[in-house]
């Protein structure tokens, strides 16, 4: 992967945290963590992978990201230095819960 593409992923996942933190006062979110972000090589779309740290917090969690989703891209295009700013995806990252699970399973087979 390219150093430019490596370098843009890094920033959003910073600014996208930092704007959910401090700008977006939505308490519908609960407690969040943003995994990892996977940009299009031309920089059109960002695939932002989130974990929310309870179970109850992910759906309605999922449905106000989806509508801050304007407010969270105008807010990025401010710090990104890169003439479009990407179009913002958010995708439950539920690798958390699938390593539980797997730990569980394997603390039940001993």
């Known amino acids: ?3 430019r593409q ?3 992923e890094t920033i959003i996942k910073k600014n996208i945290t930092e704007i959910i933190s401090l700008k977006l006062n939505d308490p519908h979110l609960g407690f969040l963590t943003i995994t990892e972000v996977k940009v299009s090589k031309d920089f059109s779309h960002a695939k932002v992978y989130v974990s929310f740290f309870l179970d109850k917090d992910k759906e309605i969690g999922m449905k106000t990201l989806d509508k801050a989703k304007g407010f969270i891209r105008s807010e990025l295009s401010k710090t990104l230095d890169i003439r479009r700013c990407p179009d ?4 439950l990252d539920d690798g958390f819960d699938k390593v539980a699970r797997i730990d ?3 603390k039940r087979g001993k």
């Open 1 to 3: 992967m390219p150093d």
């Open 88 to 91: 913002i995806n958010f995708v």
């Open 104 to 106: 569980e399973a394997l």
């Open 6 to 8: 490596k370098r843009i």
